[in-house]
T-cell receptor, first 112, second 116 residues
Framework: GEDVEQSLFLSVREGDSSVINCTYTDSSSTYLYWYKQEPGAGLQLLTYIFSNMDMKQDQRLTVLLNKKDKHLSLRIADTQTGDSAIYFCAESLYNQGGKLIFGQGTELSVKP | EAGVAQSPRYKIIEKRQSVAFWCNPISGHATLYWYQQILGQGPKLLIQ????????DSQLPKDRFSAERLKGVDSTLKIQPAKLEDSAVYLC??????????????FGEGSWLTVV
């Protein structure tokens, strides 16, 4: 079945690292994505990883993928107050034309 | 480059009324998506168009929702009659082709619907 799960809330101090976790169920996923949504705005693509990769780094962002456990994480280094937002993980289903299935989102709160 | 344009941004209607949302994708993008995002949840795909053809409408409640993309450019999503549970943000998105890392999906700011 198709299901993407995330924890709902994360609170960190400015300057700390944030780690947002996600689990998915569909083994046919080809790409996995992280999107950011600020209040009143649409979704902004942050980064993605192909399912045959273990890790991808992009400036302050590090994505780790454990395909065996179907676990994805997003690490934000040196978290800033501007990083406060809701973060969505999404999987792209190969056997359904690349359809995106989103998790319910993790609200990241960064305290000064 | 202009982004995905949506209108109206906000709409309040009474249950059983109808509403229509409009979307203009990024120029040249063949694929257009409508997502429904209920408060506290992730977006759920309602319908996906490739040019003016429907690729996936399996989660569109066809008894009350309809969507069209007649000329393969802009699109309209209609709800008639609306129910209380239709209160949500309706996100339009577009991409050059289909989903995949080489085809980033760009989202509009959404149309916020409240049904009272």
């Amino acid at each position: 079945g198709e299901d993407v799960e995330q924890s709902l809330f994360l609170s960190v101090r400015e300057g700390d690292s944030s780690v947002i976790n996600c689990t998915y169920t569909d083994s046919s996923s080809t790409y996995l994505y992280w999107y950011k949504q600020e209040p009143g705005a649409g979704l902004q693509l942050l980064t993605y990883i192909f399912s045959n990769m273990d890790m991808k780094q992009d400036q302050r962002l590090t994505v780790l993928l454990n395909k065996k456990d179907k676990h994805l994480s997003l690490r934000i280094a040196d978290t800033q107050t501007g990083d406060s937002a809701i973060y969505f993980c999404a999987e792209s289903l190969y056997n359904q034309g690349g359809k995106l299935i989103f998790g319910q989102g993790t609200e990241l709160s960064v305290k000064p | 480059e202009a982004g995905v344009a949506q209108s109206p941004r906000y709409k309040i209607i009474e249950k059983r009324q109808s509403v229509a949302f409009w979307c203009n994708p990024i120029s040249g993008h063949a694929t257009l998506y409508w997502y429904q995002q209920i408060l506290g949840q992730g977006p759920k795909l309602l319908i996906q168009f490739q040019n003016n053809g429907v690729v996936d409408d399996s989660q569109l409640p066809k008894d009350r929702f309809s969507a069209e993309r007649l000329k393969g450019v802009d699109s309209t999503l209609k709800i008639q009659p609306a129910k209380l549970e239709d209160s949500a943000v309706y996100l339009c998105a577009s991409s050059l082709v289909g989903t995949g890392a080489g085809n980033t999906i760009y989202f509009g700011e959404g149309s916020w619907l409240t049904v009272v």
